[in-house]
């Protein structure tokens, strides 16, 4: 799209002059003789470039400064003038002014404003679009869910966003310990400055040290140069340290201090670096059993500890599931389709399917799906893991532990859940009905939607 750039002077042959200049350049360049025509067309047209003369009849160029960063305060703002004062410039630039220049002026020099004018517009879109995008991705829109876990979950991070607190996040792989920690991050104060991760279980333990602190040139075997670690990455920021229970016993002393003292060295290094860093960390493992079998230090986990936020397994949501595979759905279709996103058949499947690898399982199964079939997700594109245990839970036959294993009593409750739910279905929402049909008492009934907080729904 052709750049457009507005021409504001009382002055006939000063317009026609930069507009031909202008249009030399490659720019789409239109003219108004005063404030009042130009910020009519303003109204009407947008423009990535204003070039106004400071003197003229009626309002002049600042007062019309100040109302082009109201109207339109994307919009960049070239002043000219042929009566330059010192105070006259910095109270421009005060109003948001790109630049001041004086006549005469020479060509090259009005051409390299207008270059770095658009440049600088140019990134503060990005900018804006960039954060807009942070926003949208994390802030809790790659959370998805409505189940009461997940609205519980978005109260947390409402509430530990505004805090400095250190945060440990638990629960199983692919549950979305990650995105947990940048919500918290980007719906902070630190939200502008690094949020920085590391999986210390995919560090050998060797180099583990040098990644966390950073090393000075000649400190072992390979160090050439000196390398800051990830503690002066992000500082100012947000540090995750995922599978932090992967940290060997003989550094964690060593972590334990940073946290401590906020300061640290470098390997080989004889100077204490400070830091300012909030800590995420998170384990798909229990850290308290680490600490009685002595894998953990217990000074550690309190510091780390602070708030503790437990990732809820997707087979304890199933309800959430729908919401998903039409988050993921839009993911990879794009530009979205109107077609059908999910069979009956297939959502039934995967509802009763209890998703050992959780919310990224669920993801890669749904773009299997996408590549092998159609942009609709049926029965006849899941994997046999998926529709064998569907076809085996419905018919009573013999049931199969997931190779990873499986957490037996949120597996149940997941169960019953579903169960309560359906039976709510078929009794048109009226708990009573739905009570008689799975064989309950209205007590009992009411009990069981309690314990899974259903009750005020």
Do not use: W
């Not at 503060?124 to 790659?142: A, P, T």
């Amino acid at each position: 799209m052709q750049t457009r750039i507005l021409i504001v002077d009382d002055e006939l042959s000063m317009r026609e002059f930069l507009a031909i200049l202008l249009e030399r350049e490659g720019y789409n360049a239109e003219q108004a003789e005063n404030a009042e025509a130009a910020l009519n067309m303003l109204g009407t047209v947008g423009y990535d470039l204003i070039i106004s003369d400071v003197n003229m009849p009626g309002l002049d160029g600042l007062a019309l400064l100040k109302m082009v960063k109201r109207i339109s305060p994307e919009t960049a703002v070239l002043l000219v003038t042929a009566f330059s004062t010192s105070e006259q410039a910095v109270e421009a630039m005060k109003l948001g002014a790109y630049d001041y220049i004086a006549k005469p002026f020479k060509v090259e020099e009005i051409k390299v404003l207008v270059r770095n004018a658009l440049e600088k517009r140019d990134l503060e879109r990005e900018n804006l679009r960039l954060r807009k995008e942070i926003h949208e991705r994390y802030g809790f829109s790659g959370l998805v869910g409505k189940s009461r876990k997940m609205r519980e979950l978005y109260t947390l991070i409402e509430k530990l966003a505004a805090s400095t607190a250190s945060v440990l996040i638990l629960g199983e792989s692919g549950t979305g310990k990650e995105l947990v920690a940048k919500a918290i991050h980007y719906n902070s104060p630190r939200r502008d400055r690094p949020f920085v991760a590391i999986n210390c279980g995919a560090i050998p333990d060797t180099l583990m040290e040098s990644e966390l602190f950073g090393h000075r040139k000649g400190a072992f075997t390979g160090a050439i140069a000196d390398r800051p670690g990830i503690f002066e990455q992000a500082n100012g920021g947000t540090l995750f340290l995922d599978e932090i229970g992967e940290v060997p016993l003989q550094l964690q002393a060593k972590l334990l201090r940073v946290l401590q003292e906020r300061e640290f060295r470098r390997v080989g290094g004889t100077q204490d670096i400070k830091t300012d860093v909030r800590i995420v960390a998170a384990s798909n493992r229990d850290l308290e059993d680490q600490v009685k079998e002595g894998s953990f230090r217990e000074d550690l986990f309190y510091r780390v500890n602070v708030v503790q936020i437990r990732m809820p397994a997707l087979r304890e949501r199933p309800e959430d599931i729908p919401l998903l595979v039409e988050h993921f759905h839009k993911k990879f279709v794009q530009p979205p389709c109107n077609a059908e996103i999910i069979t009956a058949e297939a959502l039934k499947s995967l509802v009763s399917y209890p998703f050992p690898g959780n919310v990224r399982e669920l993801e890669n199964l749904v773009e299997r799906c996408l590549v092998l079939g159609d942009k609709t997700i049926s029965r006849s594109c899941l994997p046999e893991q998926v529709t064998d245990f569907s076809s085996s839970a419905s018919s009573g036959g013999q049931l199969d532990i997931p190779p990873e294993g499986m957490n037996l009593e949120a597996y149940l409750d997941g169960i019953e859940k579903r169960f309560l739910l359906k039976a709510l279905e078929k009794g048109g929402g009226v708990k009573k009905r739905a009570a008689e049909i799975l064989g309950l008492s209205f007590r009992s009934f009411r009990y069981r939607l309690a314990k899974f907080g259903m009750d005020e729904e």
